[in-house]
């Protein structure tokens, strides 16, 4: 099946503690995307990237790093200087040619103990 | 801060009647999208209009875009007990960043 995984489903920090979120698409697109989503909130944009070896800040990037060695995998790192990690965090993923529709994954939970 | 709004932030219908939620923006888009998310999942998306289009239909979907009105509204047409979930409305950008509301919940009752 193609599509986005994301993994784990749920994921518990410790003060000071740096953890990584993994996301893997096998759609062979170019650009991916992750996004945060608080309760009765809409998404807000961290990263993205738009070709291998590159990506760009989004709109609330502190406390976040990114990498993008892989054209299938673009892992999200939620850093101890991000004081209110708390959140639901999607991966998507789109290709120009489809008019930049989004495909989600289906999220992990990060709270913190 | 957020591009889009959707009004209402919840709808509660009965089965078999239509739902309508709209969304407004604030800034020029190159085109308007619809998604929508079950509980704890991921967003699905269900329908593209583009800033020169004005209406679209999609199986029990019908979007409407004003472009003048900076508003788009999402009608859902003989709802069913599947079609509860939150319905987010994502306007692309200039620069081809999509924006995303805070949605608008609906949940249909038997």
């Known amino acids: 099946d193609g599509g986005i995984t994301q993994s784990p489903k749920y994921l518990f920090r410790k003060e000071g503690q740096n953890v990584t979120l993994s996301c893997e698409q096998n759609l062979n697109h170019d650009a991916m995307y992750w996004y945060r989503q608080d309760p009765g909130q809409g998404l807000r944009l961290i990263y993205y990237?738009?070709?291998?070896?590159?990506?760009q800040k989004g709109d609330i990037a502190e406390g976040y790093s990114v990498s993008r060695e892989k054209k299938e995998s673009f892992p999200l790192t939620v850093t101890s200087a991000q004081k209110n990690p708390t959140a639901f965090y999607l991966c998507?993923?789109?290709?120009?040619?489809?008019?930049?529709?989004?495909?989600f994954g289906s999220g992990t939970q990060l709270s913190v103990l | 801060s957020q591009q889009g709004e959707e009004d209402p932030q919840a709808l509660s219908i009965q089965e078999g009647e239509n739902a309508t939620m709209n969304c407004s923006y604030k800034t020029s888009i190159n085109n308007l999208q619809w998604y929508r998310q079950n509980s704890g999942r991921g967003l699905v998306h269900l329908i593209l209009?583009?800033?020169?289009?004005r209406e679209k239909h999609s199986g029990r979907l019908r979007v409407t875009l004003d472009t003048s009105k900076k508003s788009s509204s999402l009608l859902i047409t003989a709802s069913r007990a599947a079609d509860t979930a939150s319905y987010f409305c994502a306007t692309e950008l200039r620069d081809y960043k999509l924006s995303f509301g805070a949605g608008t919940t609906v949940t249909v009752r038997a």
């Open positions: 990237s738009q070709i291998v070896n590159d990506f």
């Open positions: 998507a993923s789109s290709n120009p040619g489809q008019g930049r529709k989004l495909f």
């Open positions: 209009i583009r800033s020169n289009e």
